[in-house]
């Protein structure tokens, strides 16, 4: 299996204390997904921030997080979160 089969591609931007990932769920429907790691607080000299994931809501650009679409991917889908990870740190070398 190829690693392109075992996450989905991702389009990104960046913010001053923020970064958004997005991509689109292939199953059953498809469904754009974010994930967005942002600013918290400051703490010990350290910037925490919140990973949150969702299904992406074009008309109020928010996050639904509380919707389980069960789109037949899940495995992908975590695999693609995971694969932002180094991403954000690269970007965000110091945070929490």
Same mark, same amino acid.
Request: charged share 25%.
């Given at each position: 299996? $190829?690693?392109?089969? !075992?996450?989905?591609?991702?389009?990104?931007?960046?913010?001053?204390?923020?970064?958004?990932?997005?991509?689109?769920?292939?199953?059953?429907?498809?469904?754009?997904?974010?994930?967005?790691?942002?600013?918290?607080?400051?703490?010990?000299?350290?910037?925490?921030?919140? !990973?949150?994931?969702?299904?992406?809501?074009?008309? $109020?650009?928010?996050?639904?997080?509380?919707?389980?679409?069960?789109?037949?991917?899940?495995?992908?889908?975590?695999?693609?979160?995971?694969?932002?990870?180094?991403?954000?740190?690269?970007?965000?070398?110091?945070?929490?």
């Amino acid at each position: 299996m $190829s690693n392109q089969q !075992l996450n989905y591609e991702t389009d990104f931007y960046k913010a001053e204390k923020s970064i958004k990932f997005f991509f689109t769920s292939k199953g059953k429907q498809d469904i754009v997904k974010v994930i967005e790691y942002s600013f918290i607080t400051r703490q010990t000299n350290r910037d925490i921030y919140n !990973l949150g994931f969702g299904d992406y809501d074009m008309n $109020s650009n928010e996050i639904v997080d509380h919707k389980n679409s069960n789109n037949g991917d899940a495995y992908r889908v975590f695999n693609t979160v995971l694969n932002t990870v180094p991403v954000f740190f690269q970007n965000f070398p110091k945070a929490i």
